[in-house]
């Protein structure tokens, strides 16, 4: 469990933001670049000293500043992953990485030295000097040197943003075998918000030094806050489901989802977890069973509340059976078909506009 | 044919001791008053400042005066440590070192200074999170970062000292075999009539030193900087 209360003075700036994390899970730190998520994270490493604070981990007060406690950075036993790596240029991949492994109270090792190489895919580079890496070399070694000083608590401050498309892409799937794999919080700083799909559990969106949201990440994409960050085009339901059924010849897999059942093209067998996004822009909703069109998806629906959005559109929050999903039509059409909290009407969704993504399975997380 | 004579190899002998004692005595203090000017901030911190660099403004002599007057045989510290350790530093080796750490310790403590400045804090930040505390991040990251700079500064420092003068004659004398370095020894030449000819060596043997020094120093910056990824 982290929790968090931090106020700082910046200038003319002012960080006060407040959340909550479980045991284990990934929280995305989510918010425009300036917004005050770095402070924030450094404040919980201990790096920077803040006016007034609150930071409990598991039971431990890293930070009081009512009762005058304030741990040291290198007691907390907080990894952290610098936006730009900070590997030491004198020591080669492996005095770097066991640099943490070394200090490590008691010498006691949770995570082994050779399962986090393995994981991280660093055995061709342990002889190398960091000047002789790559940028997604150099972050994968900050990970894994965080990883090995096991910590309680990981911090990772957008640890791809410095990296071109084709080096992030390198890195993710390190992130996404990362996440299955470890028994502590993980406080991931991004403000891409396809990053904060594929791994985020939870979600806190910050803006101008303040916490406006915070949830899990089924909860938060739904939140209107999030439009004053992401713009309108990616607000949308993420929800975790199923695979229950597949269809081989078409390509397409059945994932439930509460009650409904979608229909997504994806190879994953029967059993997976997949993650999809259901973007408000793609849903269409119809009165009745529509026939004769393309689309392979149409789920029942009650409306639970529509909200004004834009100047000429809604926004429709449905319950598909368990799980909610927004729509975002016309003022017009909402006018046209009468949609109001309690209808019961057909929610539409092209299979080819579902964005899906595989989840790690309960199997994996250790 | 021998291109030195016994006179040239025992100045030569003398400088070489004189500044290697002087740069070791002088590298902790000079690290120690580096680190505090670069990243303390106290009272007093201008004024230690200007008292480090002192010996680059003031006549080689007022060194060597203030010398005679603190580690003279009666001087306040020259007299305790006469009656404490039986150490005397008027006309010996010893003395002409401490002189010469003296005139040298600006050079030293600017090369610590600039190669502390270059080091990335944020590389000690980093140290910081995988829980190396203040005295083990100086260990090993700081100082191994800072160690060319510091290096090279330190053989510049040594090849100064090969040379000092002023300092050295005005607080230990001119003593062969005790105290008479190179610069000292090409000074008795000068002076002494039918001594040209032992001038010039002495002459040629310090621009050479001086030159392969600075040459060095910056060869050795250069292999350490590579050597360490920057």
Sequence with gaps: MLQVAVRKQLGDFTLDAAFEVGDAGIVALFGRSGCGKTTLVNVIAGLLEPDEATVRLGGITLDDTAAGTRMPAERRRIGYVFQDSRLFPHRNVEANLRYGLKRVPGGKAAIPFEEVVALLGLGPLLGRRPNHLSGGERQRVAIGRA???????????????????????????????????????VVYVSHQFDEVLRLATHLVLMEQGRVIASGELGAVSLDPALRSITGPDAIGAVLDGEIVEREIESGFARLRLGSSELRILSDEPIGRRVRVQLLARDLILALGEPAGLSVRNS???????????????????????????????????????GVRPGLSLRVLVKSVSIRGQTLPTAGETA | MDLLGPVEWEALRLSLAVAGRSVLFSLPFATVIAWLLTRRRFVGRTVLDAFVHLPLVLPPVVVGYFLLVLFGARGPIGGWLDRQFGVQLVFTTAGAALATAIMSFPLIVRSIRISLESVDRRLEEAARTLGAGPFDRFATVTLPLMLPGMLAGAVTAFAAGLGEFGAVITFVSNIPGETRTLPLALYTAIQSPGGEALAARLAAISFTLGLGGLLFAEWLARRLRSYLGQ
């Design chain 1, 299 to 337: 789920m029942s629906a009650t409306v639970v509340s529509v909200t004004r959005d834009d100047s000429h559109t809604d926004l429709v929050l449905l319950d598909i059976g368990g799980p909610q999903v927004a729509a975002r039509i016309t003022n017009a059409a909402t006018r046209d078909l």
């Design chain 1, 147 to 185: 990883l090995l000083s096991q910590p309680r608590l990981l911090l990772l401050d957008e640890p791809l943003a410095s990296l071109d498309a084709a080096l992030r892409d390198e890195v993710l799937p390190f992130l996404d075998r990362l996440r299955g794999r470890l028994a502590i919080p």
